[in-house]
């Protein structure tokens, strides 16, 4: 006589792409508060109350003193932004433009002295943005509707 076997198969449970782990959403959140503090604290805070090494800064720069309260708004509105969870990524990749920035005035102004810093902190930013990606859609679908574009 023969000898039927049966084969039996495990299925485990597949996690859809889309859902993030309870480490991973801590992680991001964390970083945002980091960053937030960082914008916030160390670098709008002096462009912002206009102190002499940041306007110094500015002055090589050679746009003078309404760029560097420009430049201190923008990072203190990205760092409000930042704590807050449907614009958080769109705040993170308005951050990352500026340290896009700042790396490349580094190099062209300040020979390269410091050109490391920003793309140190813009790796977190494209990780917060990668993260948050469900809620920048929307928002960026939005603003293309507000200035009659088609979206997508």
């Known amino acids: 006589m023969s000898e039927a076997t049966t084969t039996t ?17 801590i992680t991001v959140r964390v970083l945002q508060i980091l960053l937030a503090v960082l914008f916030a604290v160390p670098s709008a805070s002096p462009k912002l109350i206009g102190h002499s090494s940041a306007a110094e800064g500015f002055d090589k720069i050679g746009f003078g003193d309404w760029f560097m309260y420009l430049v201190g708004g923008l990072e203190l509105a990205g760092a409000i932004a930042l704590l807050i969870p ?3 990524g769109v705040a993170a990749l308005a951050l990352g433009a500026l340290m896009v920035g700042a790396f490349v005035t580094q190099l062209m102004v300040f ?42």
């Open 9 to 25: 198969a495990t299925v485990t449970p597949v996690t859809p792409v889309t859902e993030t782990s309870r480490a991973v959403r």
């Open 86 to 88: 449907v614009l958080s």
């Open 111 to 152: 020979d390269g002295q410091n050109a490391a810093t920003p793309l140190i902190v813009l790796v977190p930013l494209m990780v917060i943005a990668w993260n948050r990606r469900q809620h920048l859609v929307p928002v960026l679908r939005r603003t293309a509707r507000r200035q009659g574009r088609p979206s997508s």
